[in-house]
């Protein structure tokens, strides 16, 4: 009797522990609580934006040239060549008090090691370069006018290129001096005859080739009579 009961016992203690054991998850279900961890921290991190103050002006001009022409960009840090951008499109640079030469150096100096500036440091750029570009003002009314060259401002997209003509490209595409089989694909305007200037078509008019008055016959026995 003591065997059988110390089996039923340990029958029991095995399916007890059967029974607690959690079931293995699905790939399908481990995909889907690692998308749910990835939308709660999305969510939020966009609670945290929401929470913060809104842009400025400045600021907000500052992010558009930053993500200008890079699609990886995040706006939250700026190369030398959108800080040029700006200060061009901005009219910061006006050749004068503020040269491309000013703006590059500021940029160098700001950065130290790295290769991007800041949005703080980049207010620090335009306070430098605010007092060689309006130097009949003080301190503060400089930093003010400065901002406010760049506030709510965007890059400036260049327009189309104009085609340059070139006398070889006129030469090449004159074609009252095409010689051979190519003036014959050209009717004396210009225009192209398409499949007739390409393959030699049957005349079968009647008429011999080279003929000018074909077609004028009765015209001209209508007119007799």
Same mark, same amino acid.
């Given at each position: 009797?003591?065997?059988?009961?110390?089996?039923?016992?340990?029958?029991?203690? !095995?399916?007890?522990?059967?029974?607690?054991?959690? =079931? =293995? !998850?699905?790939?399908?279900?481990?995909?889907?609580?690692?998308?749910?961890?990835?939308?709660? @921290?999305?969510?939020?991190?966009?609670?945290?934006?929401?929470? /913060?103050?809104?842009?400025?002006?400045? &600021? &907000?001009?500052?992010?558009?040239?930053? $993500?200008?022409?890079?699609?990886?960009?995040?706006?939250? &840090?700026?190369?030398?060549?959108?800080?040029?951008?700006?200060?061009?499109? @901005?009219?910061? $640079?006006?050749? !004068?008090?503020?040269?491309?030469?000013?703006?590059? #150096?500021?940029?160098?100096?700001?950065?130290? !090691?790295?290769?991007? #500036?800041?949005?703080?440091?980049?207010?620090?750029?335009?306070?430098?370069?605010?007092?060689?570009?309006?130097?009949?003002?003080?301190?503060?009314?400089?930093?003010? &006018?400065?901002?406010?060259?760049?506030? /709510?401002?965007?890059?400036? $997209?260049?327009?189309?290129?104009?085609?340059?003509?070139?006398?070889?490209?006129?030469?090449?595409?004159?074609?009252?001096?095409?010689?051979?089989?190519?003036?014959?694909?050209?009717? =004396?305007? /210009?225009?192209?005859?398409?499949?007739?200037?390409?393959?030699?078509?049957?005349?079968?008019?009647?008429?011999?080739? /080279?003929?000018?008055?074909?077609?004028?016959?009765?015209?001209?026995?209508?007119?007799?009579?």
């Amino acid at each position: 009797m003591n065997g059988v009961d110390s089996t039923m016992a340990d029958n029991a203690s !095995k399916s007890s522990k059967q029974m607690n054991r959690t =079931p =293995p !998850k699905s790939p399908a279900d481990s995909a889907k609580e690692k998308s749910a961890k990835r939308l709660s @921290c999305d969510s939020n991190s966009s609670h945290e934006g929401v929470s /913060g103050a809104e842009l400025s002006a400045l &600021e &907000e001009a500052f992010r558009k040239f930053a $993500i200008h022409g890079d699609t990886r960009a995040t706006g939250k &840090e700026m190369h030398g060549k959108n800080w040029s951008k700006l200060c061009k499109d @901005c009219h910061v $640079i006006d050749g !004068k008090n503020v040269t491309l030469t000013d703006v590059d #150096i500021v940029f160098s100096k700001i950065k130290g !090691k790295s290769r991007t #500036i800041t949005y703080d440091q980049f207010k620090e750029a335009l306070q430098e370069l605010s007092k060689k570009r309006f130097k009949d003002k003080s301190n503060e009314e400089a930093v003010q &006018e400065m901002f406010k060259l760049i506030e /709510g401002k965007g890059p400036v $997209i260049s327009g189309v290129t104009k085609a340059i003509s070139s006398p070889t490209v006129s030469r090449l595409t004159d074609t009252t001096r095409f010689t051979g089989s190519h003036k014959e694909r050209f009717d =004396p305007s /210009g225009r192209g005859k398409g499949k007739a200037g390409r393959e030699d078509l049957v005349d079968t008019s009647g008429y011999v080739s /080279g003929y000018k008055h074909a077609g004028t016959y009765d015209h001209k026995v209508q007119g007799s009579k």
